[in-house]
T-cell receptor, first 114, second 112 residues
Framework: DGGITQSPKYLFRKEGQNVTLSCEQN?????MYWYRQDPGQGLRLIYY???????QKGDIAEGYSVSREKKESFPLTVTSAQKNPTAFYLC?????????????FGNGTRLTVT | GQNIDQPTEMTATEGAIVQINCTYQ??????LFWYQQHAGEAPTFLSY????GLEEKGRFSSFLSRSKGYSYLLLKELQMKDSASYLC?????????????FGAGTQVVVTP
């Protein structure tokens, strides 16, 4: 079955450490995205990528970095510069740049930084 | 700026109908999506509207009025499994097609 896999489901880190969240898709989708979800707020876009080796900042990119070396993979690094990293992180993909392409989401990674 | 508003919570009984409203103010408009999200899980796609009118998909229907910046999701014959958060999301101008803007979600509680 095709889908998006995020790992791990739960992640715990100490403050000051960088951490990388994995996202892999086998849907052959061109576009991939990272969102952050906090209680009482809508999903906020961190980074997105339309094609391999290209990515764009979203609305809250500060303190995060990404890479897109392969079509299937879009890892997100939460750096120590991110002031409030504890959140639920969702990776998504879509077929392309067509406006009617829905996003397909992974099951998320819940990151807790203490 | 961009703004998407939807009610925080709605409660309805099993078998009833619930209508979740969404109003939006965005830079350009290239479609509105509704997603369902159960607690701790991934959002799943429900519907897409880009033209005015009603789209029906089984027990779920979604309506759009672009002139009013308004959409609603109608859930009919409610079942207990419909208890979830429902997210309204708008795709803005084509220059920023990747930036799907989400509302905070409406938590629907279905009671027996």
């Amino acid at each position: 079955d095709g889908g998006i896999t995020q790992s791990p489901k739960y992640l715990f880190r100490k403050e000051g450490q960088n951490v990388t969240l994995s996202c892999e898709q086998n849907l052959n989708h061109d576009a991939m995205y990272w969102y952050r979800q906090d209680p009482g707020q809508g999903l906020r876009l961190i980074y997105y990528s339309q094609i391999v080796n290209d990515f764009q900042k979203g609305d809250i990119a500060e303190g995060y970095s990404v890479s897109r070396e392969k079509k299937e993979s879009f890892p997100l690094t939460v750096t120590s510069a991110q002031k409030n990293p504890t959140a639920f992180y969702l990776c998504a993909s879509s077929l392309g740049s067509g406006t009617d392409s829905p996003l397909h989401f992974g099951n998320g990674t819940r990151l807790t930084v203490t | 700026g961009q703004n998407i508003d939807q009610p925080t919570e709605m409660t309805a009984t099993e078998g009833a109908i619930v209508q979740i409203n969404c109003t939006y103010q965005t830079s350009g408009f290239n479609g509105l999506f509704w997603y369902q999200q159960h607690a701790g899980e991934a959002p799943t796609f429900l519907s897409y509207n880009v033209l005015d009118g009603l789209e029906e998909k089984g027990r779920f229907s979604s309506f759009l009025s672009r002139s009013k910046g308004y959409s609603y999701l109608l859930l009919k014959e409610l079942q207990m499994k419909d208890s979830a958060s429902y997210l309204c999301a708008v795709r803005g101008s084509s220059q920023s097609w990747g930036k799907l803007q989400f509302g905070a979600g409406t938590q629907v509680v279905v009671t027996p």
